[in-house]
């Protein structure tokens, strides 16, 4: 089984900053990709980065040159940094990892941006 672990999440004001992580643990083998989703009130959840075990990159568009996927140092982990926050980008955040052909989900953390 595989455990994940968000943080980071919270209040701030449009043009600020957040960073959110995400530690998975439990029986890995090897992650093949690790990536942030996001779900506001009434909207579908969509994919917002990934971030693939040989290093390959994917955001939303909207996102792009404003957030930034990375692996932390520690094995299993990843970050999301998050700039330029905007009011849009409130939404509650989830991680997932995709261990072989088996996808695991957070719990979720609100992220909230006020004007």
């Known amino acids: 089984q595989v455990q994940l672990v968000e943080s980071g999440g919270g209040l701030v004001q449009a043009g600020e900053s957040l960073r959110l992580s995400c530690a998975a643990s439990g029986s890995i083998f090897r992650v093949n990709v690790m990536g942030w989703y996001r779900q506001a009130p009434g909207k579908q959840r969509e994919l917002v980065a990934h971030?693939?075990?040989?290093?390959?990159?994917y955001y939303l568009d909207s996102v792009k040159g404003r957030f930034t996927i990375s692996r932390g140092n520690a094995k299993n982990t990843a970050h999301l940094q998050m700039n330029s926050l905007k009011p849009e980008d409130t939404a509650v955040y989830y991680c997932?990892?995709?261990?072989?052909?088996?996808?695991?989900w957070g719990q979720g953390t609100q992220v909230t941006v006020s004007s």
């Open positions: 971030i693939t075990s040989d290093g390959s990159l």
């Open positions: 997932k990892v995709t261990v072989f052909t088996s996808d695991y």
